[in-house]
């Protein structure tokens, strides 16, 4: 068999029709041509991407969630040019409306509402910007900071160091809590019990002074204190203190409940246990017959 032979018989495999899109016959051949198109384009739309934010995004004075923004439109434009000259390549014409419809509703046919919903849902993400890479965010039972959003999920650091997957959809349908979205201040609001023999100007003073003499605690808004209502077994207040740092709402709210029990016992200001009455009932009297 002679080298033209092995050639001929090579093409006639790659020619072969495997189907057609409008009057285009695909082959293995434009399949291969296609894919190959591909994956040199995602890889060179993540290197000039990436090349973007180092080189270019990161020295100008633009906020981290907007840079992630233009980094991601660059790499989703560079693919969809890359996408575009793939189909062209083959022989498929995209200018017409008809094909683009035509193959979204095959892929939708296919079982694919989800994948077109989280990717629509993934653009909102990016454009709207309701979450931004580095927020700290709450979905469902998660806290966590937002790491990366992808065109079908977004990953997002839990507070234990684990890698959570959520799906765009989710951001867009669901009530998503956002501690770092516009003003990053959030207010803490500590509930307390006193007892009912405590000095109330004293008790007052104290939790106000616990929140003034933390380092973490802003100034202004500056922290009060309420009276909530008469419980059962004390008076019950709430210290409402304002914090700069989202993320560290925990140990703050950590520091300032330790304060207030050192504060309280300094001040000999009792916190009550919870009481129950429990009321006792008499039986029936039993006689004792003597023999």
Known sequence: ?????????????????????????????????????????????????????????????????????????????????????????????????????????????????????????????????????????????????????NIRSTTIRSLNNISVIVPNSEFVSSQVINWSHGDRKVRLDLDVGVSYDSDLDMVLQSLKDVALENQKVLKRPAPEVIFMKFADSSWSLQLRAWIADPKRHYQIRHALNCAIVKKFRANKIEIPYPQQDLHLRSSIPLTVKNK
Do not use: H, W
């Open 1 to 149: 068999m002679t080298i033209s032979e092995i050639f001929g018989r090579i093409y006639k495999i790659l020619d072969f029709t495997l189907f057609k899109i409008g009057d285009t016959s695909i082959g293995p051949g434009a399949l291969i041509t296609f894919i190959i198109i591909l994956v040199v384009t995602v890889a060179f739309s993540r290197f000039i991407s990436k090349l973007l934010a180092a080189k270019v995004l990161s020295r100008m004075p633009i906020e981290e969630g907007k840079q992630y923004v233009l980094k991601r439109i660059t790499e989703y434009t560079l693919v969809t040019i890359g996408t575009i000259i793939a189909f062209e390549t083959i022989g498929i014409d995209l200018s017409g409306l008809t094909v683009i419809f035509g193959l979204l509703s095959v892929g939708i046919g296919f079982g694919l509402q989800n994948i077109t919903s989280n990717f629509i849902s993934g653009l909102i993400l990016l454009f709207e910007r309701p979450i931004e890479v580095g927020d700290r965010i709450t979905v469902g039972n998660i806290e966590g900071d937002v790491e990366e959003i």
